[in-house]
C-alpha cells in the first residue's frame, strides 16, 4: 500500500481581499465564492493549521503577514486553478498570488 497523496482535480484556491474590508464582508465574499464553484464541481481544499500571530513571534518570525502570505503560496502551488474575489487588485497580497499563478501556469476561474 502506498503512502502517496493523490491531487485531488479541479482543486481552486479563493484569494479574498481583505485590506480594508470587515470581517464580515470578507467572510461573505468567500462563502460566495464557495458555493459559486462548488455549484460548477470544483473542490476548495480547507485551509490547514493556521498558526497565530503570538506563536509565530515567540518562534522567531519577524513579518506575521509575510508568514501567511508564504503559506498561501504553498496552498496555491497544490491547486489546479485560483479564484480571485471582486476587489482583489486593491490588496497587495492577492496581487502578488495573481503575479505568482499567472508566472507559474495555475489557470484562473471566470464566474459570470
Do not use: W
Not at 503512502?3 to 482535480?9: C, E, G, Q, T, Y
Not at 485560483?82 to 492577492?94: A, L, N, S
Request: charged share 25%; hydrophobic share 40%.
Amino acid at each position: 500500500m502506498s503512502n502517496k497523496v493523490l491531487p485531488i482535480d479541479n482543486a481552486v484556491m479563493i484569494v479574498c481581499p481583505e485590506k480594508g474590508l470587515s470581517e464580515e464582508k470578507v467572510k461573505a465574499l468567500k462563502e460566495a465564492a464557495i458555493k459559486a464553484l462548488q455549484d460548477r464541481g470544483y473542490y476548495i481544499p480547507l485551509s490547514t493549521f493556521t498558526p497565530s500571530r503570538g506563536y509565530l513571534e515567540r518562534n522567531g518570525t519577524r513579518s506575521y503577514t509575510m508568514h501567511m502570505l508564504g503559506l498561501e503560496v504553498i496552498r496555491l502551488a497544490s491547486c489546479d486553478y485560483v479564484y480571485f474575489c471582486k476587489g482583489y487588485e486593491k490588496d497587495p497580497r492577492c496581487l502578488i498570488l495573481a503575479c505568482i499563478a499567472r508566472e507559474y501556469g495555475v489557470k484562473t476561474v471566470k464566474l459570470a
